[in-house]
Nanobody, 124 residues
Framework: QVQLVESGGGLVQAGGSLRLSCAAS????????MGWFRQAPGKEREFVAA????????YYADSVKGRFTISRDNAKNTVYLQMNSLKPEDTAVYYC?????????????????WGQGTQVTVSS
């Protein structure tokens, strides 16, 4: 069992930056690939980024590529999402998720554990 707690969301102007954190409980964090997803009002949850358990492999949605960076610190049981050049369309609740194994996925249905989400609002 893994419990995930996101933090770092907030209100930012377009062009600004935020860094989201996701702290995981348990001693087997390094056994999980991690992902970030987001859900805007009235829309389905969508993939943002994912990272392998080693941190060597990362994947991004086209909409955030070049602006967002996912990383992890296995010693701190934490995964991060650095978000730069934010746009109003990035406004959503952001969720982190964990899947046992090395391979990260872009499909939300592959993930076993989810955090409660953190709100990111980008004003124009």
């Amino acid at each position: 069992q893994v419990q995930l707690v996101e933090s770092g969301g907030g209100l930012v102007q377009a062009g600004g930056s935020l860094r989201l954190s996701c702290a995981a409980s348990g001693r087997t964090f390094s056994s999980y690939a991690m992902g970030w997803f987001r859900q805007a009002p009235g829309k389905e949850r969508e993939f943002v980024a994912a990272i392998s358990w080693s941190g060597i492999s990362t994947y991004y949605a086209d909409s955030v590529k070049g602006r967002f960076t996912i990383s992890r610190d296995n010693a701190k049981n934490t995964v991060y999402l650095q978000m730069n050049s934010l746009k109003p369309e990035d406004t959503a609740v952001y969720y982190c998720a964990a899947v046992r194994g090395s391979r990260p996925y872009s499909r939300s249905s592959n993930y076993d554990f989810w955090g409660q989400g953190t709100q990111v609002t980008v004003s124009s």
